[in-house]
């Protein structure tokens, strides 16, 4: 079974995971002791974005992300 995802769909799906993970930051740098690493390059995709893809891949059926890639 391969879900079909509308645009307006992963659009919701990247909101709640972008919100999601605003949170989560939020929380974990209120608990956290020292200072954080600081990356050391910019990366392309933001953690959201690779959150949701991840997230659509799951929820789509595909066994294997090659698969979910190329479609």
Same mark, same amino acid.
């Given at each position: 079974m391969h879900i079909q995802f509308s645009e307006i769909k992963l659009i919701e799906l990247f909101i709640d995971?972008?919100?999601l993970l605003k949170s989560f930051k939020a929380y974990q740098q209120s608990r956290q002791v020292?200072? %954080?690493r600081q %990356?050391?390059?910019v990366p392309e995709?933001?953690?959201s974005e690779v959150c949701t893809i991840l997230a659509a891949y799951h929820l789509s059926g595909y066994k294997c992300f090659e698969y979910y890639y190329r479609k």
């Amino acid at each position: 079974m391969h879900i079909q995802f509308s645009e307006i769909k992963l659009i919701e799906l990247f909101i709640d995971v972008d919100d999601l993970l605003k949170s989560f930051k939020a929380y974990q740098q209120s608990r956290q002791v020292g200072q %954080p690493r600081q %990356p050391t390059r910019v990366p392309e995709l933001s953690e959201s974005e690779v959150c949701t893809i991840l997230a659509a891949y799951h929820l789509s059926g595909y066994k294997c992300f090659e698969y979910y890639y190329r479609k």
